[in-house]
């Protein structure tokens, strides 16, 4: 049981106070009784509940995948920096939203965001093997030597030995290379530390591909929209 203002509020109709405003003027009905308490305990998934006559559409996780740009962090606040969170519309920010792991400031692409701890924990895990594809941009010929180092673990800086990674080169030369590589870790600056450990650099990243799910092509930079039934089922399946 759940307290009627706070799902309301939840799901962006007001603030507590102004649904005990909407409650006093009458317009917020529970099983078709008008309500005289907005703090009364409901069940949301068994009440029908209508506010000014409609009845309301509960939820209680929301997931959204958006085209990340760059130059916003993957961070729900930030200081100096506007983040992904603050590129939401009102309405997909009441239930908490959260970047699932992180692509950095100047990484773009695929970027899940969710309040589903379960789903979150699942995706970043590397226990779980989901693959995500990156598309990269290398500053130098990456090579076949290149495709077996990672195929056979590239130690980063740290010392730490990643797991076996698919590099497959698009095009190479002297003016540098487009690659894909697929890892199913997410360690803090895991591609670029990867090719560092190879003497090249990173100049371009976007991830294209998480599981089953690849960047919307129709998503331009900064939008977002919500995961389809189908596609969630497919993530809580991994
Ligand atoms: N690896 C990186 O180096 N950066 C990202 O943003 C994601 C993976």
Known sequence: ??????????????????????????????????????????????????????????????????????????????????????????????????PVGRLDKDTEGLLLITNDGKLNHRLTSPKHHVDKVYYAEINKVVDEDDIKAFKEGITIDDGYKCMPAKLEIISADENGSEINLTIQEGKFHQVKRMFEARGKEVVYLRRIKMGKLDLDESLSEGEYRELTEEEILMFKQI
């Open 1 to 98: 049981m759940e307290r009627l203002d706070k799902v309301l509020s939840n799901l962006g109709y007001g603030s507590r106070k102004e649904i005990k405003t909407l409650v006093k003027k009458g317009e917020v009905e529970v099983d078709g009784e008008v309500v005289k308490d907005s703090s009364m305990k409901i069940e949301p998934n068994e009440n029908t509940i209508k506010v000014h006559g409609e009845a309301i559409n509960y939820r209680e996780y929301i997931y959204l995948i958006m085209n990340k740009p760059d130059g916003v962090v993957s961070a729900t606040y930030d200081k100096y920096d506007e983040t992904v969170i603050d590129l939401l519309e009102y309405e997909d920010t009441v239930l908490d939203p959260f």
